[in-house]
């Protein structure tokens, strides 16, 4: 699957669960504004956590934060520009949206693929490492839309150490 950038959109249907955080860095926070997230990516949400552990960084500060698949007016006028997104993590706003018919659409390594990429974004502060037409032999998991699942679960664990690698030192993490 070949064009994988991330998104969550909060559906208003869908089931969440509220997940109790550590205090948030962010000072506008209330110490116990739970993080917010879809029913579907919370186990996600759960292997990461748990593999950034595992690779040495810390908890991760989620005070407030909300990943699912409820899309906004805005939200919808930017995939509206960028129709190949199909994910996105949006920093200001502590926020990770996924396309519902995208996600729905994938299997395990697709989504586990999709979110990793995302939540690089909002937790690791990475960018994109390749355009998606620059010419480049090393893919990992924030190309920006350039490697597909079945790559992906190929070499997840050599993509996932790469990607805890990338940036331990601005890592968002709890104080």
């Avoid at 249907?13 to 860095?25: F, H, N, T």
């Avoid at 292997?47 to 909300?66: I, M, R, V, Y």
């Avoid at 693929?113 to 690791?124: A, D, I, P, S």
Wanted: charged share 25%; glycine share 4%; proline share 4%.
């Amino acid at each position: 699957m070949k064009g994988l950038f991330s998104l969550l959109i909060w559906s208003i249907s869908a089931s969440y669960a509220l997940v109790p955080m550590p205090r948030a860095c962010n000072p506008k926070l209330d110490d116990s504004t739970p993080m917010r997230a879809d029913s579907e990516i919370v186990s996600y949400w759960d292997e990461f956590q748990a593999d950034a552990l595992k690779a040495g960084l810390p908890q991760f500060d989620t005070s407030g934060f909300e990943m699912g698949f409820r899309m906004t007016q805005d939200d919808t006028d930017f995939l509206s520009r960028y129709p190949r997104t199909v994910a996105f993590c949006q920093e200001s706003t502590k926020r990770i949206i996924v396309k519902r018919e995208y996600w729905q659409r994938l299997d395990y390594w697709g989504k586990r693929l999709v979110l990793r990429h995302e939540f690089g974004h909002c937790f690791l502060n990475l960018e994109h490492t390749h355009a998606l037409d620059a010419p480049h032999t090393d893919l990992n998991i924030m190309d920006a839309g350039l490697m597909d699942a079945t790559e992906y679960a190929r070499n997840a664990s050599q993509y996932d150490t790469d990607l805890f690698r990338s940036n331990r030192t601005t890592a968002s993490v709890s104080k």
